[in-house]
């Protein structure tokens, strides 16, 4: 019952994914459309175009993994899987991540505990909204926005100038045609994904990202600039409250309003810091990049049969899955300038640092050229991740990788405290 991957998308995640994939005795070759300068067997595919995907799914007989939410919120599961095995939820069940209004409104339909909120299409009523308000505000752009649409605001005028960015420059286009104003809670962000066949849900292991650009949470949301995994904020209480209230209740919301969610489901969490209650900030369909890379390096499960059994949906018929115990964190190594403005096409040295079992070089913006050399190809552009009997450890192991990585003088750029766990 071997199989062949098709691994659709290009970032660290997918690496990371077909990474893990590549290890399984379940698995033959792993293709990857289009992939990236650290992948092989690359496929120059349109992420967006599904019939070549199905095409070549058929004809070298793939299962199919889908690692962004683009080709997921357009449909490619609804295309596919009459056809083909396919690992993703369709687009009816994506709109959890494809609309932050539909997923607002379904969580106080289904009491699944997120801040208060109210939803426009109209800028002058939302700033009117604004002014009247009291409250601190998040400026969320409805539609996707690749992790940049959500603008946390500090100030009255913040939120007026976001609503503006949004919904009158378009910065995000038609992303931002509606927008969701919700109350700003504080705490500390938590990752929290699951595998589910529609029925069931299986966690894997807890994470957390870092989602500004610079040291100790300063300048603009980027897509991600670290994780790590676990996070020491979900003891086990927390764990089985975030199961009950939570993922449970979605998968089984979901099902009730006749759209499964056959996939990766990961609840973007607020561990709010006066009462440690967790709320659920959004929803993504997918695998969060690059806590995705910190949790495939603990993985010790074989990845494909609860690929498969999602697929099948009989998750229920598989154990939880087991965990290497030591910490992994993720530094991602990006163009200076990301998020704004980047340069793109330098020659990336250093990639032949040894790395031991315990260290991984993520690939996500590079690409190969004609003679075989990496180049840059997008704002993040490696994850560089490992595994330490501590944290401390981890990191010494990920940043000493650094060291040895560069792509011309100082034009790289990276957070230097990724895995320093000073949560207040
Ligand atoms: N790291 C955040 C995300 O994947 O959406």
């Known amino acids: 019952m071997t199989k062949n991957i098709l691994m659709v998308g290009s970032g660290g995640r997918e690496h990371a994914l077909g990474w893990k994939l590549s290890k399984s005795n379940f698995v033959n070759n792993i293709y990857y459309a289009p992939g990236n300068g650290g ?20 004809e070298f007989d793939c299962m199919v993994v889908v690692g962004p939410e683009e080709p997921l919120t357009k449909g490619i599961v609804n295309e596919l899987s009459g056809n083909v095995k396919i690992f993703g939820p369709t687009k009816e069940a994506s709109r959890l991540e494809s609309s932050k209004s539909f997923a607002k409104n379904f969580m106080k339909e289904n009491n699944i505990p997120t801040p208060s909120f109210s939803v426009f299409t109209n800028p002058d009523k939302a700033i009117d909204y604004i002014r009247k308000s009291d409250k601190p505000l998040v ?82 949301n980027t897509g991600g600039m670290g994780s790590f995994s676990p996070s020491p904020l979900v003891d086990e209480e927390l764990f089985s409250q975030i199961m009950n209230r939570i993922m449970n209740k979605t998968i089984h ?20 810091k006066e009462t440690s209650q967790p709320y659920v900030l959004e929803y993504n369909v997918r695998m969060g990049d690059p806590e995705c890379q910190s949790i495939m390096m603990r993985l010790k499960s074989d990845l494909y049969l609860y690929l498969q059994a999602t697929i099948e949906k009989n998750l229920d018929n598989l154990p939880e899955l087991e965990w290497n115990p030591n910490p992994a964190i993720c530094v991602v190594m990006a163009e200076r300038g990301y998020p704004i403005k980047h340069e793109k096409g330098n020659l990336i040295n250093g990639l032949d640092t040894p790395v031991s079992d315990k260290t991984m070089i993520f690939h996500a913006g590079t690409i190969k050229d004609k003679d075989g050399n990496i180049l840059t190809n997008g704002g993040r552009v490696l994850g560089i991740t490992a595994l330490g009997k501590d944290f401390n450890e981890a990191r010494g192991n990920a940043y000493n990788i650094i060291k040895h990585i560069n792509w011309g003088l100082n034009q790289q750029y990276f957070r230097t405290d990724i895995g320093k766990l000073n949560m207040t």
């Open 39 to 58: 992948t092989f067997n690359n496929l120059d595919f349109d992420i967006n175009k599904f019939e070549k995907i199905q095409r070549f799914a058929l």
């Open 139 to 220: 400026i969320k752009a409805d539609g996707l926005a690749a992790g940049k649409g959500v603008i946390v605001c500090d100030s009255e005028n913040d939120a007026i100038e976001a609503v503006k960015r949004i919904m009158i420059r378009k910065e995000f286009g038609l992303s931002g045609e509606k927008i969701v104003i919700e109350e700003r809670i504080f705490g500390n962000e938590v990752s929290f994904i699951g595998i589910s066949d529609g029925n069931n849900i299986i966690p894997v292991a807890t994470s957390q990202d870092y989602k500004r650009i610079y040291d100790n949470d300063k300048g603009p």
């Open 253 to 272: 919301s979901m099902r009730n309003d006749n759209n499964p969610v056959k996939g990766f489901l990961y609840a973007g969490l607020m561990i709010e």
